[in-house]
């Protein structure tokens, strides 16, 4: 399945939440509790932005990229949209969306890549969001394809540590809540 405008929504809430982020919240404590906000900017731009591109494009993640500290550039937020912008470019290509990509050994389909890539934008998104005190907005439709994603691969991502347990919900949930405590967030987190 494509998922290029679900791409460009996350894509498009991340560059406006980066926007909103100052230097006071760099040390800020975030909803993923191994992350200082300055940890979790920086793993955020570097694969929802980067990492978004190479995988688009079958290239190797530059090792220079994994320990570089993005926020330390004053115009980060503007060089993070700006390369969105190029990572979207390179899923536009139907040719991005063809077999499979190398995931150091195994191979999947470049469809189920791209959703994990989604759930890096949403979900790290959220949490940059609330590290910040913003609010993450996402459509209905983008919202259900981030909850289908969670839903098939969460127990995978439990088994290396990406998600925690899941959070009981009570009531009713949207679809990106439900999403949000299937990985182990709590919805109502704040700092």
């Not at 912008?85 to 050994?105: K, N, S, T, V, Y």
């Not at 470049?110 to 994990?116: G, L």
Request: glycine residues 6%; contains cysteine; proline residues 6%.
């Amino acid at each position: 399945m494509n998922i290029h405008p679900q791409l460009v929504r996350g894509a498009a809430e991340a560059a406006r939440i980066a926007r909103t982020i100052t230097p006071e919240h760099l040390g800020a404590p975030t909803p993923c509790p191994e992350f200082d906000a300055r940890t979790l900017i920086n793993h955020w731009v570097l694969y929802t932005s980067h990492g978004l591109e190479h995988r688009a494009l079958r290239t190797t993640l530059p090792e220079e990229l994994t320990e570089h500290d993005f926020t330390a550039d004053p115009e980060w937020a503007e060089a993070y949209a700006a390369q969105l912008d190029g990572a979207l470019a390179a899923w536009a290509r139907p040719e991005a969306w063809e077999g499979g990509i190398d995931m150091g050994g195994a191979e999947m389909p470049a469809a189920d890549i791209a959703a994990m890539l989604l759930l890096e934008l949403v979900l790290h998104g959220w949490d940059v969001a609330k590290t910040v005190g913003q609010e993450f907005r996402t459509d209905d439709e983008t919202a259900a394809v981030v909850l289908a994603a969670v839903e098939q691969q969460a127990e995978m991502y439990r088994q290396y540590k990406g998600f925690a347990e899941p959070v009981a919900l009570t009531g009713t949930a949207t679809d990106l809540e439900r999403a949000l405590a299937l990985s182990g967030r709590d919805p109502h987190w704040s700092a």
